[in-house]
């Protein structure tokens, strides 16, 4: 009798752990990222240039899915301050990030070899440093808040194993510790555009 609820208890944690593996998917992606500063104060504009972004989505389910991922980002902002109508000084605000995410998703197309989802939800991202491209202005991490907490969202396709990701994060977070400072109370907008490849999911 023990033998028999000892296997009855294995093929119970077996199956589960099976169930869980053929709803995970792994799904590594490397992209581009086009972040801008909002509230732009007088005297001074940005806009944004091209970073990167490299990491990992995990999505957990099926048509829907729970969607962690961490990811690490080098993004550039063009800042230019501007003196008068005849002097400006102008240089790349360059952040290093890491990032996570806690997104859901759902599959509006849902087929073996074809899907197109959305996704939604919270992140973080962790300031890891900053610095300038021509060294013209001298950003100073310390002026910087630590992180920045941020609403995602995205619209993904997926071909075979391949993914493309195309998506949005608007800052909830100041970028800077002191509203006085450079850029007020400016917060972070970030495009982003991924391409991956998506493994598991038992198809």
């Known amino acids: 009798?023990?033998?028999?609820?000892?296997?009855?208890l294995c093929a119970t944690?077996?199956?589960m752990a099976t169930a869980a593996t053929a709803q995970l998917k792994v799904n590594p992606q490397l992209g581009a990222a086009f972040t801008d500063l909002s509230n732009d104060p007088g005297?001074?504009?940005?806009?944004a240039a091209i970073g990167y972004q490299l990491g990992v989505d995990l999505r957990l389910g099926d048509r829907l899915y729970f969607q962690p991922g961490a990811f690490f980002g080098r993004s550039a902002t063009v800042?230019?301050?501007s003196?008068?109508?005849t002097t400006a000084i102008e240089d790349n605000l360059i952040r290093t990030t890491a990032k996570l995410k806690a997104l859901v998703g759902y599959d509006i197309i849902h087929g073996d070899h074809f899907k197109l989802r959305l996704n939604a939800g919270p992140t973080y991202e962790a300031l890891l440093s900053v610095d300038s491209k021509d060294d013209k202005i001298a950003f100073n991490k310390d002026d910087y808040n630590g992180g920045s907490f941020n609403m995602?969202?995205?619209l993904g396709l997926d071909l075979t194993?391949?993914?493309?990701?195309?998506?949005?994060?608007?800052?909830?977070?100041n970028a800077y510790k002191d509203q006085g400072k450079l850029l007020g109370?400016?917060?972070?907008f970030t495009y982003y555009l991924t391409l991956g490849v998506v493994f598991g999911g038992g198809k």
Not at 161 to 173: D, P, Q, R
Not at 185 to 188: E, F, G, T, V
């Open 185 to 188: 109370d400016a917060k972070y």
């Open 161 to 173: 194993i391949l993914t493309l990701e195309g998506g949005m994060s608007y800052g909830l977070s």
């Open 13 to 15: 944690f077996i199956g």
């Open 1 to 8: 009798m023990k033998t028999t609820r000892t296997i009855l």
């Open 152 to 154: 995602d969202a995205g």
């Open 79 to 81: 800042v230019k301050l």
């Open 83 to 85: 003196a008068s109508d």
């Open 43 to 47: 005297g001074v504009t940005t806009k």
